[in-house]
């Protein structure tokens, strides 16, 4: 709720010495979620806060920019004068009664609220983290939420930062599985970050720079403004696909964790490879060899997947990073961690994001 305290809080982040400040609130910020804050406010608070007038006074700091389940896009004025688009939400899965909850085992729901996301951004930050990535602490083990980490798959955004599990405070880069043939929601890797700031004796700093020799395989593109549900593929714009040993009818139904591959297609340069869902779903395996057809090669996907995929293979990965500052098991002793910074390169000027 917006104490003075929060109001202090507000005011620092207002003077911090950067270009754009941009918040979401989370779950305890009750008195910025109306209906919530109108159903479960206590008879013993001592004073009632207006949710509106909060509202209202959170967008009155000129330097904080304040999203609530919505997407801005930022120009900044000094530098290099970077273009970036950010989508910021402050909803949960809850797991008890807590301000921004949805019902998660609602996945029509879940999927009308991450569809909001849109497939150009180039940051995602949420209050909750995605499901298996950065979520785990001793009281829930995976505490976030598979439809946001579906979410995260579709869009790929060069960055997602999350929060609330201050325990799985740290960060980690996702490639995605975009090999054909097509299953969405797949991951091929996730590689971890070692804070070199874990003595405080340097910066928590992710480089995902050129220069540190370990860039981010993210180029941002946002694909063709229009699209279909048709998604063209051969063997040059994927080097090495690979068959999975299941064949899933509906593709929202495919699992989320890597899939066994029981054969590999290499050395085709002359044809095109049907793909998995041209395959007899009442087969319980994909062929052991591959079936070529001289012929191009569409596969027809649920519209927002295919969406996600055309025009925009140069998004093959992102970095999640949950940054939770207070940690929570120092002896009830309330103590912080130092910030994580991230260096990342955009385009700059005119360049297009």
Known sequence: MITLFKRKAL???DKADFEVKIIIAGSKDITLDEKYYQKHRRDSDKEFH????????VATYPNIKYLHHQATTIHLKSGPKTTFKIFGSPLVPDHSERAF???????????????????DVDVVLTHTPAYNHRDASTKWQAAG??????ALWQVRPRIAVCGRIAEARGAETVEWNLDLPLSPFLEKQTIQWTDPGANRMAMSLVDLTRASGNPLHNDGAPGPRAHGS???FSPAERAKPTAPSRVFEDYDE???SGVT?????????????????FWNAANTAYPSEPILDPQP??????????AALNGRSGRQETLIVNASIVITNNLNRLSYNQPIVVDIELPVGNEAV
């Open 145 to 150: 939420c598979e439809g946001l980490r579906k």
């Open 297 to 306: 090669v569409v596969s027809r996907l649920h519209h927002r997947n295919a």
């Open 230 to 232: 048709d998604v063209f």
């Open 11 to 13: 005011d620092w982040i």
């Open 261 to 277: 591959t029981v054969s590999s297609f290499s050395d085709m340069t002359a044809h095109t490879v049907v793909p998995q869902d």
């Open 50 to 57: 207006d949710p509106a007038e909060c509202i209202r006074l």
């Open 101 to 119: 909850g949805y019902n998660r085992s609602d996945d029509t729901t879940i999927e009308r609220h991450w569809s909001n996301i849109p497939l």
């Open 254 to 256: 495919a699992p989320s």
